[in-house]
């Protein structure tokens, strides 16, 4: 359902972001995200002169390559497009991010290893939004490995393992502990 109708306007700023999940080939996660900010009138830059209608004033990329356990393994960041000359001297300092577990203490650890005049404002904004794609990629295949190895279990007439999942209960509308979706997730891991 869209939004509701607006009021006549001018377009004048648009930020694209897009990020991405991919299964390594050596059992790892790579996430990438890549932001890009571009205005709808030509504007003065000291560093670059004028910055034309569509030309990046922001263009970024990141990634972050993760195990199934959530620990970020690296962090590499490059920024094609800034405001300014010194900007893309910030993005050597996102490798810090190694050995930081996304989970409970992510934002913090952020903040610790790259914030405020460590890191760059627009690549932390990217960092939350890639711990919940790494969890979105990450999940469903840990899932589906544990239903597997469970129901190959079975077949050999083993006891198999629980296939539990674990579920964000608490962390939004649908997952409120005593919702219907907790419920029904709850009532399938118990057949």
């Not at 999940?21 to 560093?47: C, H, M, Q």
């Not at 903040?111 to 890639?130: N, S």
Request: some cysteine; aromatic content about 6%.
């Amino acid at each position: 359902m869209p939004l509701s109708p607006p009021v006549a306007r001018e377009k004048i700023h648009r930020r694209r972001i897009e990020l991405n999940g991919y299964r390594r080939a050596d059992g790892l996660y790579d996430i990438e995200a890549w932001l890009e900010d571009t205005k709808s009138y030509p504007f003065d830059n000291v560093d670059r002169g004028v910055i034309e209608v569509g030309e990046p004033l922001h263009g970024m990329w990141m990634r972050i390559t993760v195990g199934e356990d959530m620990m970020i393994r690296a962090c590499e960041a490059s920024s094609d497009f800034t405001p300014y000359a010194i900007c893309p001297q910030a993005t050597p300092n996102f490798a810090a991010l190694a050995g930081v577990q996304i989970g409970p203490g992510f934002n913090r650890a952020v903040k610790e290893r790259v914030g405020g005049v460590l890191g760059c404002t627009h690549l932390r904004e990217l960092l939350a939004q890639m711990a919940t794609v790494a969890h979105q990629t990450i999940a469903p295949l840990r899932w589906r490995k544990a239903r597997d190895e469970r129901q190959a279990a079975l077949a050999r007439g083993e006891n198999p393992p629980s296939a539990k999942r674990t579920l964000p209960v608490g962390s939004c509308y649908a997952y409120a502990p005593d919702s219907e979706v907790v419920r029904r997730h709850e009532d399938a891991a118990e057949e």
